[in-house]
């Protein structure tokens, strides 16, 4: 037992003594002589870029000489060293050639622009402007903030009647819209009425819009017709649809917010095998619109063999049915208003 003892004490002082004393031993070479090459590649395989502004690619892995060149010098350029400029918006492909192999970069180039340059407001409307075709900070200003003001994000508020120009200014450089303002009409209560009515006491349908609607057994058709106003476009949507055993009629007549000053009614027919079905829209000056006269529809589309003349013919039908419910169904008998508050000044049953 002493000499287990004893035996072990001596191989304990020996790991001691090699973790302690340095010792020369020629080392043996585990490692490969033949190294793995370092993997080539290029910085970007993608970017996108601002005219005017320049990216500086590169190849690493390598000490061979690089070569660039572009395949469309007019979108963007490249020098010798990788450097690329962007000349105008579109596409182009950077490569890097290598000892015989390509690598390549998409350079997609933008330009930056104002979403609109012409702009037409009522007092108290809305419209947000936007820059597109660059991710640097926007700075907003307005020439003339009595007539259209502008929020940091590029919202403009009408204020009053006039002009004044928007100016949004992007790395050194200016965009300008250039707003009209125009005084709300009289018949702008109306909507006002309308709008405080549908929002108090309009329906809620799948898109989140309120609206209003009433239906009707009339000679056989069974009709309805609704009134909704869309928050998100601010735009209000006077709807008529029938059911016949000849066919399927539907009217839709769309009313910006932002400008009362016409409105843009759509008909969509089907009526049957037997004439076909057709596609047709107009559009309407509230105050000339009378809802007897007829309107010139244009036609979008038809199949069968309906004629023009009786695309017009069914069109204005239905546009004066749908006119005389708007009014008495639902303006008159719920809201307290007429067509005529709403700028038909000429319309009359």
Sequence with gaps: MKSVKKFAACILLVFCLAATVSVNVPSLNLVSTVQAASKVKISKTKASLEKGTTLQLKVSGTKKKVQWSTSSSKIATVNSKGKVTAKKAGTAT???????????CKITVTTPAISKKTLKLTVENTYTLKMTGTKKSVKWSSNKKSVATVSSKGKVTAKKAGTATITASVGGKKYTCKVTVVKKPAFAVGYQKLNQYLTKHGSLNVNGNRFISASDYIEGMDITWGIEYDSKKKQYQFIMSSEHYYGDIAISMYVNAA????????CVVVIGDELGAF???AKIVP???NGKS?????IKNTSGGISSAEVNQVSNASLQLAFAGWEGYLLQREVGIRMRDLGF????I
Excluded at 94 to 104: E, F, L, N, P
Excluded at 259 to 266: A, F, K, S
Excluded at 345 to 348: G, I, K, Y
């Design 94 to 104: 950077i490569t890097a050639k290598v000892a015989g192999k390509k690598y390549k």
């Design 345 to 348: 000044t000429s319309f009359s």
């Design 259 to 266: 400008d009362l000053q016409y409105v843009r009614p759509n």
């Design 294 to 298: 007829n309107v010139t529809f244009t």
């Design 279 to 281: 596609i047709s829209e």
């Design 287 to 289: 105050a000339k619109y």
